[in-house]
């Protein structure tokens, strides 16, 4: 069902030195699948996280955020799927720390040198001694797995694996980022979670990259929505190695800043953008622009108003430019003093709605041709100011349904 | 599909005195249907309106909001559906004032003193010619109609007629409220439109109507969701004519306010309900309430993200007491500092989680057993303050997808 969700071949998939990737599989849900991946990362790398706001976050991600305060330098990272390790009270945060203290042990590092998650269905317990037996066998095959095979070790109900690698040529050298994620958090908060990774070879300072992490995930994963349902283990991590030499990218006034930045971005974008892709039902991949804001806040209001709208979700399902609907999820994005007589609103290159009203020269079919399309951007002008966003989301359909009315059956 | 909604006989329907009721058959959209109506008010009652807060609201809210403003004394009300007149630009707003025109005349008193409500498919021009003569005819129907009547003259896509009617004895006399509805408003915007009207004989002074209606739509028309979307003309209206006779009510400290303002409220609320029991493809009805709040607002946010979390409504649809998904909910609800090991959830009488967790005790068949329902109750308890309140919705099923993907073909 995955819309244009392409799984790049594994000659395009670039290894990132500094890290070296190990998978078991450790019966944690289901037989014989990848179900355990161990990140192992050589010394002296930059690490950084941006986890859920939900209140009832999971145990792993109580502890990732201990790990990282404690700012001992991040060595490993574990990640298990088939449960989520979420809703389990003091054991469950146990069961977490028990697993860190494994992985550190096997390498040689402190517990708090190590993050953990856990992906999967949740208010059941780890099946511990499977877990801690395959983080065993992934460290001891660190170095055997490449990005597809992480990419396919966190996957819970995705359809496809999520991977993406990208380099380009700095100041002579060759900058490589490479990531993978699962879906679909927002859409699953049973199943449990939203999961990113992203590495670089790029030398990048802590500080500067925990300021990147921010504004990366604000233009990536903060700009996805399904459903509008925010998981309780939702987690993305940026590695930065430093492999590739050259002088350390302290500030975005460093030479290499930018492109190194822009890369890494870029690559967490596509990783985000496929978790929609891949979505629950997903028969349309749908961008929703809002220009000419007063503010990025009242610009992410109308994108989410539309974005969440089950009225406009399941018009995409059906192919109908029902513009009506998208005016009155504008209208009722919570700007106040919005003055709809300025309002003007574009399916792709088909301007539908001219000052708030249905544009004279507007033609059903010329709507109905963009509609059915499976990429569609819908385009919102306020005349409030020049602030832009953009957010990714996907239809409303049957099949959304029956996968979530059916899902523990 | 309605759940547990029942119409009442007409023989349960109580006349208002001083409001008489003329419908007409005008083919707006369809033949051979009630599809205009015309409320007659005697001369002297209190009118108080409540309209949507969509930035895009349709023309007749314009004008209405206007005639209110003008405080010369409403003296009929016009409904019509099949075309909802929004989306129709400054022509639209030339039609809704030339209906009102005309109703005036037909009655002999000043346009300012007459309201217009319509409701049906949007940017769409009413057809003006049939329209006017459906008012004449309802105009000189008027004293013919039944509530009934009225109730099933303004539906659209509505399964059932939604009316209410109730009395009690206050000081002697016998005080008769009296109200019909339509849906779905928030859930189809394109079909515009949740309506009320609500008629008591009582003697109201206009201040204290205009002030009652606020507490009264917070009560009952903002309590109910379907899918979140608030559509461009809504309106709520209440009447009261003061013919049961007896002192003005003018303040709160009147010995019968606090009767007639509860029983008003409670028509309300019935006629509220009915909207979410007949939603699209519902089949569940589902209170939520929040209890132990620090404030309203809170309360508001928390009741709301479980009300409309489609996961959470998926999982009513298929009666899966899947406590995780409300759980999450609550976590996103947007309580930056709430402390979840104190939150408290129950499915009517079963106490599911307890202190952020599952409750050693619950047992999913217990669980299974409510969702089974059709009337269910969720509770959640945040253990911040002794706020409580209660929204309403309804489950998201199959029917729900194919109604609005359907909905223009």
Known sequence: MAVNLIVPDISDLHPVAGVRLGFAKAHIRKPDRKDVLVVAIDEGASVSGVFTQNRFCAAPVQVCREHLQAGKGIRALVINTGCANAGTGQPGLADARATCAHLASAIGVSPQQTLVFSTGVILERLPMERLLKGVEAAVAAVG???????????????????????????GGRTITVTGVSKGAGMIRPNMATMLGFVATDAAVSQALLDNWMQRITDASFNRVTVDGDTSTNDSFVAIATGKAGGALIDSDSHPDAAAVFNLMRDVSVHLAQAIVRDGEGATKFISVRVEQAGNEAEALKVAYAVAHSPLVKTAFFASDPNLGR??????????????VSRVQLYLDDVWVAKNGGRHPDYREEDGQRVMKQQDITVRVQLARGDVATTVWTCDFSHEYVSINADYRS
């Open 144 to 170: 055997q797995a490449h990005w597809l095979d992480a990419a396919q070790a966190i996957m819970t109900t995705d359809t496809l694996p999520k991977v993406c690698s990208r380099q380009i040529a700095v």
């Open 326 to 339: 998208i005016l009155a999820a504008i209208g009722y994005a919570g700007i106040d003093d919005l003055d």
